[in-house]
């Protein structure tokens, strides 16, 4: 579930005007971040670059959400468990997080366009395998290898993007991928609902085949090569934070079925721990961390990654279980489901937008803590109407209410993570940001789905409305303790854009 674009719109800027060693040019001496212009190229049409960077960023960022409306088909269609269905989501989030800071190393390493297309063809390539899935086990080892293409295209899409217009036009152009990126997360559900209900859920992984072909292509001509700083890859951190995840989460997603005494959870959730906490430790010695522990010294970076964590945790976990109450306990079908949350989902396609205009004048502090109150106060208000007889009207307010206070956090929050940081971290600043956005949506939606196994619900009409009230609470509840955090945010009054 992207909520990536916005926290990545101005990282890449930045780097990109670093050569190796973070030094302006490249090897072939071109100017920053391998300019077209300063290279002698042929500069591209304005129109041709943002095609070729955002339509596989608006790919990946739309197979975060597709899937959610098919899962329900998914579970007829295999006789997917609650626990399998929540791994095809989270297998593609956990692959995402894990691996997007080495993307951005690799990229600058081995050129930014090169693994931009690497990531390209795996993405495509698993989609495929994904269509082709005859049983769980391969359709989660699918999203898993979707999860690793994206890795690659979503930071470096923006990094190329920026290198590739002149500086004059690079406000525009970034606020059109940004634009594009918030498209991508609005209407995954829709179209998701559109394509499984016209044609099969097959057809939702099918449709990214000729878009990946026609991006590779894309790529290859409207993009140039650049390059950054040529820095040993921290693949130990890696395979840490990585595997760590993966334990823990397994911990959780396994604990009501296997008994949280259980060998095999303990030894996921310690596991888990104890890996986490190595990772953290090797950080502090590495000598080019993934992630550099430094950053976290720094006020409005550290409070707004917690709240950032506990946006994702609370929103995406409710939203992975009230997308499926609307199909099984009130039968609508997947597009229909799509189509009655969307004053949710669209929303902060207005309201981002405005937040992002005002936040100078009211602080990014008030609009965080304000858009995650509303979030947190319109789940629990759902929560009262999680039952078979109530009408889909008496949902339109909360979820619109929902929808203002997703819109409010986006923006704000993508200029508080950056706020005080120096031009040169930019770009390890937002990867972070984003991964730890993602590990947030995976244990939201780890953890709402243990609540719900655990309090009985199960996936028939009398039986959901049991689980699903629990679940969403404890999302609600979340968003509401980061709110509070919210508050030790600096005020973030005329602060400029991440875009500026």
Request: hydrophobic share 55%; aromatic share 8%; charged share 10%.
């Amino acid at each position: 579930m992207s909520t990536t674009a916005e926290p990545t719109i101005q990282d890449q800027t930045t780097d990109a005007a670093r050569g190796p060693g973070g030094t302006a040019g490249d090897p072939a001496g071109r100017g920053p971040g391998g300019d077209s212009a300063a290279s002698g190229r042929r500069p591209r049409a304005l129109w041709l670059v943002l095609l070729a960077s955002a339509l596989p960023m608006f790919m990946a960022t739309l197979d975060n959400l597709v899937m959610t409306n098919a899962l329900p088909v998914l579970h007829a269609d295999f006789g997917a468990s609650v626990e399998e269905l929540q791994w095809f989501m989270n297998a593609y989030t956990l692959a995402f997080a894990s691996t997007i800071l080495m993307a951005v190393a690799l990229g600058d390493r081995y050129g930014r366009r090169t693994v931009f297309v690497i990531g390209i063809v795996v993405f495509t390539l698993s989609s495929a395998l994904a269509a082709l899935a005859s049983d769980p086990g391969q359709l989660i080892a699918a999203r898993a290898a979707q999860g690793f293409g994206a890795a690659a295209i979503m930071p470096l899409s923006l990094t190329l993007l920026a290198g590739s217009v002149s500086l004059a036009r690079r406000p525009l152009a970034i606020g059109i991928w940004g634009g594009v990126a918030g498209l991508g997360v609005a209407v995954g559900p829709l179209i998701g609902g559109a394509v499984i209900e016209g044609w099969s859920w097959q057809a939702i992984f099918w449709i990214n085949v000729p878009v990946g072909v026609a991006s590779v292509v894309l790529a290859l001509l409207a993009l140039p090569n650049s390059f950054g700083a040529r820095l040993r890859a921290d693949v130990v951190g890696l395979l840490l934070s990585g595997l760590g995840l993966l334990a823990l989460v397994y911990g959780i997603v396994r604990g009501n079925e296997a008994g949280w005494d259980s060998t095999e959870v303990l030894a996921g959730l310690i596991g888990g721990g104890v890996l986490l906490l190595a990772f953290v430790f090797w950080e502090t010695r590495a000598s080019a961390p993934l992630l550099p522990l430094r950053l976290f010294r720094d006020r409005s970076f550290s409070v707004a990654n917690i709240v950032g964590f506990g946006f994702s945790f609370g929103a995406f976990g409710s939203i992975f279980i009230l997308i499926q109450f609307l199909q099984v306990v009130q039968g609508a079908s997947p597009f229909e489901a799509a189509l009655q949350t969307s004053p949710w989902t669209l929303a902060p396609m207005v309201v981002a937008p405005l937040a992002g205009i005002i936040a100078p004048r009211v602080g990014t502090r008030t609009l965080i803590v304000a858009g995650l109150a509303l979030l947190g106060g319109a789940l629990f208000w759902l929560t009262t109407l999680l039952e078979p007889g109530v009408e889909y009207a008496s949902y339109v307010v909360p979820f619109i209410v929902a929808g203002v206070g997703m819109g409010l956090v986006f923006a704000p929050s993508a200029t508080a993570v950056l706020a005080t940081m120096a031009p040169v971290d930019h770009a390890k600043a937002s990867g972070t940001n984003s991964m730890l956005r993602e590990v947030g949506v995976a244990l939201g939606i780890a953890v709402s789905t243990a609540v719900f196994t655990g309090a009985g619900g199960e996936l028939v009409p009398d039986l959901y409305t049991v689980g699903a009230q629990p679940a969403v609470a404890v999302g609600a509840a979340v968003l509401l303790a980061s709110a509070l955090v919210g508050l030790l945010l600096p005020s973030g009054r005329r602060v400029a854009s991440p875009v500026d």
